[in-house]
């Protein structure tokens, strides 16, 4: 999509949380493209309450926005954020935009063969020292929401004490 085409699609603003200073386009998928501040393009720290705009972003008519907060929303580990995902209302194809993660043929699997899903909750089977943050992230920790990582089927993302990690698959289960 054409600069000028998208900004009159988002009124020249950030199409999750309106600011209108330093706005840039994110590709998304393919197809998908939105307009973010660099506040929510993560530039920049922001208070997690920052992060409520996308249940008003939730209600965009626009499929590119729908798919932007849908994936943003998984990333972040809050109740209020998986019950603003679940009630979602997406057309069949602008949910299967938002849930293909674009990874191919690359599958990833907990440490008892089952198949892991963008959004899925896992749980720590180990302690795990987590390098450069200070903690041990404890077995039996519950990680909800976690990304897969596109290119390595063995690595995930999902958030620990408040903090993004990668976490190995091996060390996981299927919650």
Do not use: Y
Not at 103 to 109: F, K, R, T
């Amino acid at each position: 999509m054409r600069w000028d085409e998208l900004m009159d699609r988002a009124g020249g603003v950030c199409e999750f949380c309106g600011a209108a200073d330093g706005l840039a386009s994110v590709d998304v998928t393919v197809e998908d493209q939105v307009l973010l501040c660099p506040a929510c393009r993560g530039e920049r720290d922001v208070p997690d309450a920052h992060w409520r705009c996308l249940e008003g972003a939730a209600w965009s008519g626009e499929a590119s926005v729908q798919v932007a907060v849908w994936r943003k929303l998984a990333e972040i580990d809050e109740v209020w954020a998986t019950e603003a995902r679940e009630g979602m209302m997406m057309e069949p194809d602008v949910a299967a935009r938002a849930a293909d993660t674009g990874s191919g043929d690359v599958v990833h699997l907990d440490s008892n063969g089952m198949r892991l899903d963008h959004g899925d909750t896992v749980v720590l089977i180990k302690d795990l020292p987590v390098k450069g943050a200070g903690f041990t992230a404890k077995r039996g920790t519950a990680v909800r929401g976690i990304s897969l990582v596109p290119d390595n089927a063995g690595h995930i993302e999902g958030r620990v004490e408040g903090q993004r990690i990668v976490i190995l698959t091996e060390f996981v289960k299927r919650k």
